[in-house]
């Protein structure tokens, strides 16, 4: 099984809202990850976790907020989003080590209004 | 630090005729490298990967891409496009750390009728 799954598929929040996004893998691995991307832009990393630890923080605005329950699961709370903010929300997973692929979720499509 | 470039922003092609999709890279280190597609809307699916074995690689759909060091290439080709091959390709060279993906600025290849 080769699957990233996340939920919601869409989503749609104001500015005051507080909600969050969901990514799970059972492929065993240890490396997770968030990504946004821009329509007609690569994807851009925004956190990494390993271990369940957080290893990378892009410099991501503190309204996104990651967690790692335990090694299946990844979340990003998201509070006090911009309109800016309104992209497509990419999960991925992989083995440790730079030489592994990414495997991707579908993504959460979030509109901020 | 690493850094892809792709030299096409758009390639639009025939369907039955040759694929090719170029990418170049920089890497201060013997590089992994990936290309990924994505159709609209999508998550991003591993075509194939390049990780030091072969350097002619072949991926899913009828994609291979060759491995040059000494040009710093890694183009992607397919014999003959099929329509549902319309879609956002992107070459990522694995980062310098930890699971950084460097990704390029995508292609997005056409298929006519």
């Known amino acids: 099984d080769t699957e990233v799954t996340q939920t919601p598929k869409h989503l749609v929040m104001g500015m005051t809202n507080k909600k969050s996004l969901k990514c799970e893998q059972h492929?065993?691995?240890?490396?997770m990850y968030w990504y946004k991307q821009k329509a007609k832009k690569p994807p851009e990393l925004m956190f990494v976790?390993?271990?369940?630890?957080?290893?990378i923080n892009e410099s991501v605005p503190s309204r996104f907020s990651p967690e790692c329950p335990n090694s299946s699961l990844l979340n990003l709370h998201l509070h006090a989003l911009q309109p800016e903010d309104s992209a497509l929300y990419l999960c991925?997973?992989?083995?440790?080590?730079?030489?592994?692929?990414?495997?991707f979720g579908p993504g959460t499509r979030l509109t901020v209004t | 630090a690493q850094s892809v470039t792709q030299l096409d922003s758009h390639v639009s092609v025939s369907e039955g005729t040759p694929v090719l999709l170029r990418c170049n890279y920089s890497s201060s280190y013997s590089p992994s490298l990936f290309w990924y597609v994505q159709h609209p809307n999508k998550g991003l699916q591993l075509l194939l990967k390049y990780t030091s074995a072969a350097t002619l690689v072949k991926g899913i759909n009828g994609f291979e891409a060759e491995f040059k060091k000494s040009e710093t290439s890694f183009h992607l080709t397919k014999p003959s496009a099929h329509m549902s091959d319309a879609a956002e390709y992107f070459c990522?060279?694995?980062?310098?750390?930890?699971?950084?993906?460097?990704f390029g600025p995508g292609t997005r290849l056409s298929v006519l009728p």
């Open positions: 492929m065993g691995h240890r490396a």
């Open positions: 991925a997973s992989s083995q440790e080590g730079r030489h592994y692929e990414q495997y």
């Open positions: 990522v060279v694995s980062g310098n750390y930890g699971q950084n993906f460097v």
């Open positions: 976790y390993s271990y369940e630890k957080l290893s």
